[in-house]
């Protein structure tokens, strides 16, 4: 039998020009130092509700544990499961549960799924799967809320992803410039005002 699957990509085209700020609520303190917002809040979390059941459709019947890899992937990770996938749990009969740990004495019976915020060129993904194999894992998934379309890309392709972006530095909604930025809700590309307030 001959099934086919239409796989679909939310792509953030590199025409695309975003949002004027003033069309959104920023943080005043961050007012010159973002050009355009570029992933509202509110299309993030939509976006976030509809991978939170494919996962669940994907990785459902078993016993998942979720590892939030980096800083940058907080919000992301709060908001995919302990909203999202808890509530798809609640409605449904099955006992599911998430365990929010990072030691576990039997890792061959776990499957993982990993949350990151960004994949950028695919390194420290590649070299942290390369890392967990030692454990023998019964299964390992990514979900990513962003992929950059890069030529600096080594090829490594999540399983679950928000959106797929330009090449382009952006932050919010826990992605950093220097640390900064973390505290925006929406995704932005910075400006040069920012770029150079905030250098390292
Ligand atoms: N923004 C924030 N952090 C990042 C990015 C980005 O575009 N790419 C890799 N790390
Ligand atoms: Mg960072």
């Known amino acids: 039998k001959l099934s086919f699957k239409i796989i679909c990509v939310f792509q953030i085209s590199d025409e695309e020009q975003g949002y004027d700020l003033d069309l959104f609520c920023i943080p005043k303190h961050y007012a010159d130092d973002l050009e355009r917002v570029y992933i509202p809040h509110g299309l993030i979390l939509d976006r976030t509700e509809r991978l939170a059941r494919e996962i669940m459709k994907n990785m459902g019947g078993h016993h998942i544990v979720a590892l939030c890899v980096l800083k940058g992937g907080y919000k992301f990770f709060a908001d995919l499961l302990l909203d999202y996938i808890k509530a798809l749990n609640r409605n449904s009969d099955l006992t599911?549960?998430?365990?929010?740990?990072?030691?576990?004495?039997?890792?061959?019976?776990?499957?993982?799924?990993?949350?990151?915020?960004?994949?950028?060129?695919?390194?420290?993904?590649?070299?942290?799967?390369?890392?967990?194999?030692?454990?023998?894992?019964?299964?390992?998934?990514?979900?990513?809320?962003?992929?950059?379309?890069?030529?600096?890309?080594?090829?490594?392709?999540?399983?679950?992803?928000?959106?797929?972006?330009?090449?382009?530095?952006?932050?919010?909604?826990?992605?950093?410039?220097?640390?900064?930025?973390?505290?925006l809700n929406h995704i932005c590309v910075i400006s040069e005002t920012g770029k150079e307030k905030y250098k390292a």
């Open 96 to 183: 599911k549960q998430i365990h929010l740990i990072l030691n576990d004495t039997h890792p061959h019976l776990l499957d993982l799924l990993l949350v990151r915020d960004i994949i950028d060129t695919g390194k420290t993904m590649k070299t942290l799967l390369e890392l967990l194999k030692q454990y023998n894992p019964k299964m390992v998934k990514v979900a990513s809320l962003l992929v950059k379309r890069t030529p600096r890309s080594v090829g490594y392709r999540p399983d679950f992803v928000g959106f797929e972006v330009p090449d382009k530095f952006v932050v919010g909604y826990a992605l950093d410039y220097n640390e900064y930025f973390r505290d």
